[in-house]
């Protein structure tokens, strides 16, 4: 008998000792989780009823939790199926971050952090919805973490996503056109508050993509290459949303508003497309059902369209700024200001649609030529009728 108490006890022990990791404190998540999060089973039905309906979820909320290190996120109880960790201060992201099993997660949100280096979806095989909104430092180019998001998605069997949000990274152009590729079951792509001016992603691939969300870029007009690759899209009833884009309303405009009466992609929201700026200024604030008359200006050097093209992609990094500048009364930044600043005045100029347009009185750019800077002012001169 002694010796069958003293084989439990030494059983128990064992248990524990593999446990150890495991043991929850009052917030219902393991201990090293140190208290600053919340674990337990939620009803989400109204919110995703696709998932586990009349189920509860097993969600893990460490919003705003000031987690410097990733690694926490191997402690997250191998339930959950919901992880909220936005806010926090990631810099890295290794890869197996979640461990080398498969995980149960099926919605994953990592917005408002810092990432530089991501290489963590290696064993999501089952996540259906993933948000990254603001989820990249603004120290890192654009076009650096969109090729490592490339390589990541290549590797990761992400074959069941089905929503992926990536608004406010300030993404403006897709150097690596298969980038959502790898993804194919993607529905909804959401690509709000960036700075795209165009689209040149592959879209054949995309073959069950429903939703296209483009609200709050750069889109003044859009180019042939643009409305071809919108055009394309497999999906039947495939849905755009451009709302809230800074639309230039002059001749450059005729061929959008002729391909959004032809398309048969669904444009929603379509009655609510405004001209942030035109030619003549009396098109301003209309919506693009509105306007009649479409003119543009007769700025006769070709240089002109060497520094602006009308696709809005200057080449000086600066001429962007000054662009921007010349189309509102908005102010800069005042100098030694972060880069993070910079960001957020970046946003409230573009994006807010209280804006006033047609305020030129910005002093041009020491490090950008004055010449250039006399060019772009041409923008404003001389109109003539088409």
Known sequence: MEGRTVFLIGVICLVLGAWGKSLNDSTGCPEELKGRCRCGLHALERIYPELNPGSPMFV????????????????????????????????EL??????????????????DNHITHHRLFSN??????????????????????????????????????????????????????????????????????????????????????????????????LDEGSRKLLDEIPSKNFQVDLGLNPFLCDCHIKDTLTWMNETKVVLLERKDYRCRDGIPKSNINKTLDEIREMQCFSASPQSVNAVYPMAYEPKHPRATEHLLHLRSTAGVPAEGKNANSLKLWRRKLLFQESLTVHRFDYVCPEDLKKAECALLDARRSRPEKL
């Open 124 to 221: 999501f095989y089952s996540l259906k919805y993933l948000h990254l909104t603001n989820a990249f430092t603004e120290a890192e180019d654009s076009e650096k973490y969109f090729l490592s998001l490339e390589r990541i998605f290549a590797g990761s069997s992400l074959d069941e996503l089905k929503i992926l949000h990536l608004e406010q990274n300030e993404i403006h152009s897709f150097s690596n056109g298969g980038v959502f590729c790898h993804l194919p079951s993607v529905e909804e792509i959401y690509l709000g508050d960036n700075l795209i001016r165009k689209l040149s992603f592959n879209v054949s691939c995309l073959t069950k993509l429903r939703v296209l969300d483009l609200r709050r870029n750069l889109i003044e007009f």
């Open 94 to 111: 290794p890869p197996n971050v979640f461990g080398e099993e498969d995980t149960n997660l099926k919605i994953v949100d990592l917005s």
């Open 60 to 91: 893990t909320n460490c919003t705003n939790s000031r987690f410097q290190d990733p690694d926490v996120l191997s402690f997250i109880p191998t339930e959950t199926e919901y992880l909220i960790f936005t806010g926090n201060e990631f810099r």
